[in-house]
């Protein structure tokens, strides 16, 4: 046995063992708690691939097929996405980026695993035992349960990980005690060198590591040298951490198509609940969010939801979400659900006791959500003013109170119209050329006073051309009330036209 | 024989259990009121609109309501309040709001319509994704209205009922108009209210009626300005005598939007 001097390093190895159950069930809460099953391969080839602690207390094994799975009965049986756990395994990582920036991947059969290079974060996060507690706390909020395993050695720590549950902190030069009960499989051997350790009669690596090296290296030559490292515990590793990318992405495929927006609402909510998680441990809101998802038929559904100022308000951005697809509803049952947030500073406002008050920012985009549902999208806005000589022309933009630009423009005091929308038509009856009477539908109108006509028209080149002829014009009707209204003799279309009131 | 002062306060320590200061009139708040722009509507109502209170302005088309709405949330937007305009018949002209002095990105507007199919907003489907139910263009402006009183920071908000027909403005439900006066009165809003008829009753603070007195004309040709009068018929919460010794109704002109010597 070589002896060593006091290592500088700590790492911190997390496993999650059966990581497709894990990440379909970190969004399913609700089926936290009943025996499920992940199915792999295509049909009729499925077997099983990953379970949950209740699955396996059932009597369920990896590779059961589904028919195996239903004799046992009452197992919920689930599918397994690449997708749905390319984003779990994104989460998971994230989470684990908040004890330490460098962290390296392990490769773990049917889990999720990487080792972290804690050195020196014991002045942050306390000694290595409340390390593992807090990385245990922080995934668990995720959805998630991994065994975690701290010790100055990588490789004793990943493998501890992988062959233990909860956590296991292993002091320096314990290593080789550590690892003693661990299975030789942890060191992915090739067959025929385990069916020789068979043999042997060599079945942990605590029974390999008591094996003398000059002995072993002859017989198996020079990877024994690594083997009997790594099962005594000073096996060396050059730590390669990994670039992450920092992207709030939620992701779940449904088994089933979901029609109804209160379940679509349940998985949402959850959903929403990790991206404001995730972004809060970065002291980050969320500034949008982009809904994705694939309908039945391979129809898409894209809808992006943005709040007035970020947010991290669970409740908030879920009401916004629900007023959205309620306002979009999907032309199909969903099929999947991707959530993809851009994040943003937290809002920071000046408020003034001497100002009007002023709509509450979040409150105001679920009341315009609202009024968009109740009225129409398009319907609900700020009226903008075209740069054009046709009457009445504007367009609707978003409300929004982050912009206001504070005029000094004074009340002038001028009479206003009511449009009429559309214009009524008229049948008018005139006198010298002049309007002298007309019926608006059946009521006929005598005309007092009609001044004009003021000539208007444009865009001659294009469809939407106009040429109009405008008269104000004072009329009363058979009951003596006198009204004064702007008519509008449309010479494209030969009508007259009621085009607004003056009030 | 005890004074009045010692007999007023033996009753008063008599009923204290059940109603305080029983004989001692209460104190009377004075109610904050917002400028219309428009000086001889703002004398005839002792300063201006009141604040989170209903406003009532009535009166047949061509009789200045419109005018006295944008004229009032023109002043409220210039003071750096935020507005609403609630538009059951979609009438609202936005160009007229900006002649007025109307910052236009101040103001929300809502436009109702009968055509125009909305999503129900709570509830969603019971079988699919597809359903969609249409509300009717008065029941969208009243729920409109409900939600931007309810949500706050609006300093005054105009539902415009103007084109309604007086028999479906009084179909409202008083309840409605009790939940607008609540709301208005705790978020501090000016509701004002258009329609050919009052239809809030006890609810509003004040009514006015509006009608149309003449049309000023320049060469007799261009339209110079219209003349309008305006009664006061119901002022909440102004004394008796005060309205007494006030004139009753008060004429005010608007000038027309264009440069009339121009236009002649």
Known sequence: MKSRGQPDCLYAAVHAAEFPAQAILRLRPDLRSHPCVVLAGSPPEERVCALNLHARKRGVVHGMTRLEVDELGNIHILTCFAETEATARNVFLETLLQFSPRIEETFATNASAFVLDITGTERLFGPPHEIALRIRSALSTVGFRASICICTNYDTARIKAEFSSGISVIPYEKESEALAPVPISALHLELEHYETFALWGIGTLGELAALPEEELIPRFGQPSRAWLALSRGYAEHTFQPMEARFELKEHIEFETHIEQLDSLLFVCSNMINNLVARASSRALSLASIRIDMSLEGSAQYKQVIHPAIPSNDRKFLLKLMQLEIAAHPPQAAVDSLTLTAEAGQHCKVQLDLFALPMPEPSRLDVTLARLKAIAGADRVGSPVLLDSHRPGNFQIREFSINDQLFTDAKTLNRTCLRRVRPPHTLRMQLNTGKPAAFRDGSAPFCVSVAYGPWQSSGCWWAVDRWDLEEWDVMATNDSGESIACLVVHDHLNGKWLLDAFYD | ?264
């Open chain 2, 1 to 264: 024989m005890p004074s009045s002062a010692s007999l007023r306060k033996q009753i008063e320590s008599a009923f204290e259990h059940r109603y305080p200061s029983v004989l001692t009139p209460s104190a009377k708040a004075v109610r904050e009121v917002a400028s219309t722009g428009i000086s001889q509507i703002d004398d005839l109502l002792n300063g201006g609109l009141p604040v989170g209170a209903i406003t009532e302005l009535t009166g047949p088309a061509s009789s200045g309501k419109t005018s006295i709405a944008i004229a009032a949330l023109s002043r409220r937007i210039q003071e750096g309040g935020v507005c609403a305009w609630v538009d059951a018949n979609d009438a609202f002209d936005p160009e007229s709001a900006a002649a007025n002095g109307i910052s236009l990105n101040q103001l929300l507007w809502v436009r109702c319509s009968g055509t125009q199919t909305a999503n129900q907003p709570d509830k969603f489907r019971t079988s699919n994704f597809r359903q969609t139910q249409p509300w009717p263009r008065l029941d969208q402006a009243l729920r409109a209205t409900d939600l931007i009183l309810q949500s706050g920071g609006f300093a005054s908000v105009v539902l415009d009922l103007a084109d309604e027909s007086i028999e479906h403005g009084r179909r409202i439900p008083l309840a409605t108009w009790f939940r607008y006066r609540q709301a208005a009165d705790r978020t501090r809003c000016s509701l004002i209210v258009l329609g050919k008829a009052p239809y809030a009753q006890s609810s509003a603070a004040v009514v006015l009626e509006c009608e149309q007195a003449a049309l000023d004309s320049a060469n007799h040709n261009v339209i110079r300005r219209f003349i309008y009068k305006v009664h006061r018929h119901r002022e909440r919460f102004t004394s008796i005598t005060s309205i007494d010794r006030k004139p009753p109704a008060s004429i005010w002109s608007a000038h027309a939007m264009w440069n009339t010597e121009k236009r002649a």
